[in-house]
């Protein structure tokens, strides 16, 4: 079976696991979509490595602070002005 963002998503889910998921909404790339885990890892493509590396930090940090509401912040994009991404903190239910 071939991972994909929404694959993993429902694994994470199914397993319990917190996730962040990453979506750019305006900007280059857009609809462009990253999974971050607490543990920093990562499964996806914002469209840019140093946007999926500064999208993944920011989602780490959040994460220790206990974030649970989505939220829209603004990076900067090489050779472009800024994309938004929103970042949305799932708590998935073990069965």
Same mark, same amino acid.
């Given at each position: 079976m071939?991972?994909?963002?929404?694959?993993l998503?429902?694994?994470s889910?199914?397993?319990g696991?917190t996730?962040?998921l990453?979506?750019?909404v305006?900007?280059?790339?857009t609809g462009?979509r990253?999974l971050?885990w607490? &543990?920093?890892?990562? @499964?996806g493509?914002?469209?840019?490595?140093? %946007?999926?590396? #500064?999208? !993944?930090l920011? &989602?780490e940090?959040? @994460?220790d602070?206990?974030a649970g509401?989505? %939220?829209i912040? #603004?990076? !900067?994009?090489?050779g472009?002005a800024e994309?938004e991404?929103r970042?949305?903190f799932?708590?998935?239910?073990?069965?």
């Amino acid at each position: 079976m071939t991972e994909t963002v929404d694959s993993l998503l429902a694994a994470s889910a199914a397993e319990g696991e917190t996730v962040a998921l990453a979506t750019v909404v305006a900007g280059p790339g857009t609809g462009s979509r990253l999974l971050v885990w607490p &543990a920093g890892h990562t @499964f996806g493509d914002l469209g840019w490595p140093r %946007l999926n590396q #500064r999208v !993944a930090l920011y &989602a780490e940090q959040m @994460f220790d602070r206990g974030a649970g509401a989505p %939220l829209i912040k #603004r990076f !900067a994009v090489p050779g472009a002005a800024e994309a938004e991404v929103r970042i949305d903190f799932l708590s998935g239910t073990a069965r």
